[in-house]
């Protein structure tokens, strides 16, 4: 008897800490939500380490 793995899809989110390297908040830390879409070629999990784009909102200077 055979068995095959098809896919693995996620759901909900990922909270992750980050830490901006760039830009007006450049060193700051806050965290971020990975929201997932149940679609295997665009969500991703990310691991202590890895670098991601991020979208931020902001007030004044206020993450």
Known sequence: ME???KA?????EQVCKVEILDGPFKGQQTFANNRFTGRLE???????GDKALV????TGQTI
């Open 8 to 12: 693995v899809v996620f759901e909900g």
């Open 42 to 48: 665009v969500d991703k999990v990310f691991v202590t």
């Open 3 to 5: 068995s095959h793995l």
């Open 55 to 58: 979208v931020i909102d902001y």
